[in-house]
């Protein structure tokens, strides 16, 4: 049997119930892509972006790594950005973390995983960053959630601060950059109280959603 039959059985089964609700979908969707969000979120299979969305192919413009950093060395990742904002034109760039996020564990426990080492050395740098604030809470599983939110937060600092956005943003250009998180265990995406839309108000917004992790943490207590 063919080991991907499975994957081929699921598609026809996919284009058969989207053909029902649209027959000239897939038509019209091969013309072209007018998505008005870019999402950076994490390479874990149980994130899927347009699925925990609700959005159709064609509305989200997608990029996906371990833990979704945005790194300023990451040529992909910054490809991805400059073709979003400059080609597609999109109003929104989404940095979706997600709670149980592996990357981030293996960040807070200092795993030795391999050549994946090197990239979880970022996530490490967050740590470091909020390393008074994260010693301070008792319960390990909440200090998970919390790096999970920072990490989040400072990556959407780190898009703000790429040349595209800066460059968007120079010209005029409607952009704003949002901090989310996903919950696996209830499937919900909630804000983390970071919108950005302008260069001046980056830190400010910034240290704002930092207080709010701050926050929910001592009502945790």
């Known amino acids: 049997m063919n080991p ?3 994957l081929f059985d ?4 996919w284009v058969q119930e989207i053909k029902a609700q649209d027959q000239t979908f897939f038509e019209r969707l091969a013309e072209q892509q007018t998505p008005e969000y870019l999402w950076i979120g994490c390479a874990d299979s149980r994130v899927p972006a347009t699925q925990i969305t609700g959005m159709l192919p064609g509305s ?7 833990a979704n950093l945005v790194v300023h060395t990451d040529l992909n990742c910054l490809a991805v950005m400059q073709y979003a904002v400059d080609v597609l034109q ?4 989404v940095i979706c973390g997600h709670y149980g996020c592996g990357g981030v564990k293996a960040a807070l426990m200092h795993s ?7 990239w979880i050395q970022h996530i490490q740098d967050v740590a470091e960053i909020h390393a008074a604030y994260l010693a301070s809470v008792q319960d390990e599983h909440i200090r998970f959630d919390r790096l999970c939110e ?3 937060i400072e990556q959407v600092r780190n898009a703000c601060s790429t040349s595209v956005v800066q460059g968007a943003w120079e010209r005029g250009q409607p952009l704003s950059v949002h901090g989310v ?6 499937g919900l995406l909630h804000g983390l109280n970071i919108t950005v839309t302008t260069p001046e108000t ?3 917004i910034y240290k704002a959603a930092v207080a709010a992790v701050h926050r929910r943490n001592a009502d945790n207590r």
């Open 4 to 6: 991907l039959q499975s």
């Open 10 to 13: 699921g598609n026809r089964a």
């Open 60 to 66: 989200l413009f997608v990029h996906r790594n371990v």
């Open 90 to 93: 999109v109003k929104h760039i």
């Open 112 to 118: 030795r995983l391999g050549l994946i080492d090197n």
């Open 150 to 152: 920072l990490n989040v």
């Open 181 to 186: 998180i996903y919950d696996l265990k209830e």
């Open 202 to 204: 980056l830190n400010d």
